[in-house]
């Protein structure tokens, strides 16, 4: 069983970074990953790293912006975040899957999920 418990998230004027973090018990080594949910929309990808950190992937719409890494001896998952946009406004959720190592995009094939983290960028 997996526990993930996400911070970091804020009130942050459009142009601006914040920076999330994830902490993980259980396992150090599997795959993880980064979604949001904005207000009347779906859970999207944001970003995903396997569980040796070898491999990264970004959503088209954050590529280039944010960077996702992780620290397997203290078991957290990291999200930078620059030049936040209105559109960025969501809860972000950490997710891990029980996946030997993979980078998954797909928010179904996540097993474990934080309770989610407010992100709020204002225009």
């Known amino acids: 069983q997996v526990h993930l418990v996400e911070s970091g998230g804020g009130l942050v004027q459009a142009g601006g970074s914040l920076r999330l973090s994830c902490a993980a018990s259980g396992r150090t080594n599997y795959a993880m990953g980064w979604l949001r949910q904005a207000p009347g929309k779906e859970r999207e990808f944001v970003a995903a790293i396997s569980g040796s950190g070898g491999a990264t992937y970004y959503a088209d719409s954050v590529e280039g912006r944010f960077t996702i890494s992780r620290d397997n001896a203290k078991n957290t998952v990291d999200l930078q975040m620059n030049s936040l946009k209105p559109e960025d406004t969501a809860v972000y959720y950490c997710?891990?899957?029980?996946?030997?190592?993979?980078?998954?995009?797909?928010?179904?094939?996540?097993?474990?999920w934080g309770q989610g983290t407010q992100v709020t960028v204002s225009s």
């Open positions: 997710a891990a899957t029980t996946a030997i190592d993979v980078v998954v995009v797909v928010a179904e094939e996540y097993d474990y």
